[in-house]
């Protein structure tokens, strides 16, 4: 596989409101910035509700902001791009197609010719170990497996953006740690600017150059925490637990918060 070019990403003073089945505007996003340097590995995390994954959607395109801007490259994102690609916890993958068939549908649906497509195919499948699996169809795969197949289409055409909302949410621990490991091999490989959704502060610590928490009503950034520690991260290492006690701090006070806003509504 060729290396990846990467991408900025800038966001300015993005708001994203809903209206209420009453007809009450809601605000989901509430006037962010953000920049993302181009091959950077940025974590997304906070309560539900705080807009992670709205953020991210505005991001690859999937949705757009009520105001404000959301820029790569220099390019506004008004619509999905095939160069930015959405990793989702679900997989995603086709029943009906084999490992290899879930792989080459990107490629075919840009037109690649059909000897680079599975050349193409066959490396991605390679750099995440499933070589030995490529006629064997979803239902026969594990759940780690299917997410590598996922991950493996996703590279196959070779992206400047990955985002990933919450990939491995429903993944035992050992699987989980597993493709953690996995992702980071592929990025320090190819250095594609990731954006990754997730729930779990020590995964955030564990994969992040940087920490992006948010809060909610209305969603915005809480804070950001840059994580100067080498890869592959030691999570019992006294660094680790240093910057994991600024983000526990951090999130138990976006949690008081909340709940004091609520107690207000009531």
């Known amino acids: 596989m060729s290396a990846q070019v990467t991408a900025k990403i800038q966001l300015a003073a993005v708001e994203k409101r809903f209206s209420s089945a009453r007809g009450d505007e809601q605000i989901a996003v509430s006037q962010l910035d953000l920049d993302i340097q181009a091959g950077e590995f940025v974590c997304l995390v906070g309560p539900s509700g705080c807009g992670k994954t709205t953020l991210i959607n505005m991001m690859a395109g999937f949705d757009r902001p009520s105001s404000g801007s959301v820029v790569i490259d220099g390019k506004t994102v008004t619509a999905p791009s095939p160069n930015h690609i959405m990793i989702f916890q679900d997989y995603g993958l ?11 549908f990107g490629l075919q649906a840009r037109g690649v010719p059909p000897a680079e497509a599975k050349g193409k195919a066959l490396a991605a499948l390679e750099l995440v170990g499933l070589l030995q699996s490529i006629d064997k169809h979803p239902h026969e795969l594990s759940g780690g497996m299917k997410q590598r197949v996922s991950i493996a289409r996703a590279l196959a055409v070779e992206p400047s953006v990955l985002f990933m909302d919450e990939p491995f949410a429903a993944l035992d621990a050992f699987t989980r740690l597993h493709l953690q490991d996995e992702v980071l091999r592929i990025w ?15 995964e955030a610590i564990a994969l992040g150059q940087r920490v992006v928490l ?21 999570r019992t290492d006294t660094d680790f637990a240093v910057f994991r006690k600024q983000l526990f701090e951090e999130f138990h006070l976006v949690h008081r918060q909340a709940n004091q806003t609520a107690e207000y509504m009531i």
């Open 94 to 104: 086709y029943p009906w197609r084999t490992v290899l068939g879930n792989v080459l």
């Open 188 to 202: 320090t490989e190819k250095k594609p600017t990731v954006v990754f959704v997730t729930h779990d502060l020590d």
């Open 214 to 234: 948010m809060a909610p009503n209305p969603g915005r950034i809480q804070r950001i925490l840059d994580v100067k520690l080498p890869h592959p991260r030691e």
